[in-house]
């Protein structure tokens, strides 16, 4: 029988698999920070699911990469970084209310310079 936790790893894999691959086909949800959840909870419960992540042909390197030297590719940190930015500019020229614009400046801010100071893969 199944123990809870290991129901909840495999829960949080299959909900942050699903996330990802909607994520593939719309570009404001990311699809590799829900693809590292997934082989993060695969890792604890579902060998599988884990192997074939790493094994993937497309998403494989960049996971493998994350896992082994906490890289991410020069592609994904200019995108990440321009959606961000863009996405802080709409908010502002749509006049949202202020609070909103200093706190997601403020993280994305934080987002960025974290993203930016990764290695590069």
Same mark, same amino acid.
């Given at each position: 029988?199944?123990?809870?936790?290991?129901?909840?790893?495999?829960?949080?894999?299959?909900?942050?698999? /699903?996330?990802?691959?909607? =994520?593939?086909? &719309?570009?404001?949800?990311?699809? #590799?920070?829900?693809?590292? +959840?997934? $082989?993060?909870?695969?890792?604890?419960?579902?060998?599988?699911?884990?192997?074939?992540?790493?094994?993937?042909?497309?998403?494989?390197?960049?996971?493998?990469?994350?896992?082994?030297?906490? /890289?991410?590719?020069?592609? =994904?940190?200019? &995108?990440?970084?321009?959606?961000? #930015?863009?996405?802080?500019? +709409?908010? $502002?020229?749509?006049?949202?209310?202020?609070?909103?614009?200093?706190?997601?400046?403020?993280?994305?801010?934080?987002?960025?310079?974290?993203?930016?100071?990764?290695?590069?893969?």
């Amino acid at each position: 029988m199944l123990s809870l936790q290991h129901c909840l790893y495999i829960l949080i894999a299959i909900i942050t698999l /699903a996330l990802g691959i909607v =994520g593939v086909f &719309l570009p404001l949800l990311p699809t #590799t920070p829900f693809l590292i +959840i997934t $082989l993060w909870a695969a890792s604890k419960s579902s060998p599988r699911l884990e192997a074939w992540l790493i094994n993937h042909k497309k998403l494989g390197p960049p996971l493998v990469a994350w896992r082994t030297h906490k /890289a991410i590719p020069k592609l =994904g940190k200019w &995108l990440a970084c321009i959606m961000m #930015t863009l996405s802080w500019c +709409i908010l $502002l020229i749509k006049q949202s209310p202020p609070i909103l614009i200093i706190s997601l400046g403020a993280l994305f801010l934080g987002v960025g310079i974290y993203i930016v100071t990764r290695p590069t893969a």
